[in-house]
């Protein structure tokens, strides 16, 4: 059985224009070219699970959703976080993101 790559591809596109992000600043984000993050959209090429966890932690949703599109229970409380990191400056937005990964990885331990 085949992947459907084009489901990941489609659910990052919904999800990066629900966040009001550009692919440029996306992919800024993740750390990868912005090539490559239309070829991910568009279902062309698989990502590393490192990549994987870069787009999923720049849009705010757990890798199971974009893998699987399955919600968490807590999805929906994300939504006020998604709102303040929008009205964020770009260095601002980096700077949050590099802090809630931090955060997410202690409490993981």
């Given amino acids: ?6 489901e990941t591809g489609n ?3 919904m999800l ?9 600043r996306l ?3 993740a750390d990868i070219s912005v090539q490559f ?13 490192t990549t994987l966890r870069k787009l999923s932690a720049a849009l705010m949703v757990t890798t199971d ?3 699987n599109g399955s919600d968490s229970p807590d999805h929906e409380a ?5 709102f303040l990191y929008n009205s964020l400056s770009p ?16 409490v993981k331990k």
């Fill in 1 to 6: 059985m085949n992947y459907p790559y084009e």
């Fill in 11 to 13: 659910r990052i596109f």
């Fill in 16 to 24: 990066r224009k629900e966040r009001g992000l550009t692919r440029e």
């Fill in 27 to 29: 992919a800024e984000m």
């Fill in 37 to 49: 993050l239309a070829d991910i959209e568009k279902g062309r090429k698989n990502m590393t699970v």
């Fill in 65 to 67: 959703y974009v893998v």
């Fill in 78 to 82: 994300c939504e006020d976080v998604i």
């Fill in 91 to 106: 260095d601002n937005q980096e700077r949050a993101l590099k802090i809630l990964t931090a955060f997410a990885e202690a």
